[in-house]
């Protein structure tokens, strides 16, 4: 499968990991927006939230529980940051492998 988060979870192409463990990983985004600006994502291929089935419920947990040990790791738990999945085209999803963004180290804004 033609899958770039796939290809790093494999260690096909290398990434700066924050965290890993069985079921997740972690890893600076490539085009940071902000100075912290970390991907979680699952290791198994799931293309969107929408693809995750009810199989995966507790793989959804992990990685929530992930995101936790992820802004603790960056020390941004006691700031505040902000965690976003973009879904589709008005998403603007652009890899196809479901990932949670995780940014903060800065005030961050509310304007779309
Ligand atoms: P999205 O637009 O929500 O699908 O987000 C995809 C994110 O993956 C973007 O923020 C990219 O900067 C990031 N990205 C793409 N390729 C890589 C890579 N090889 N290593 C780290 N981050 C990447
Ligand atoms: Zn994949």
Request: with cysteine; aromatic share 8%.
């Amino acid at each position: 499968m033609d899958c770039i988060f796939c290809k790093i979870v494999k260690g096909e192409i290398p990434s700066k990991k924050v965290y890993e463990d069985e079921y997740v990983l972690a890893f600076h985004d490539i085009n940071p927006i902000a100075p912290v600006h970390v991907l979680t994502i699952p290791k198994k291929h799931i293309v969107s939230l929408l693809d995750i089935k009810q199989e995966d419920k507790e793989l959804v947990g992990h990685l929530h529980l992930a995101l936790q040990k992820v802004a603790k790791e960056m020390g941004i738990d006691g700031s505040g940051f902000r965690v976003i999945t973009n879904i589709g085209p008005h998403g603007q999803q652009t890899v196809f492998h479901l990932h949670y963004h995780l940014i903060g180290g800065r005030q961050l804004e509310w304007k779309m």
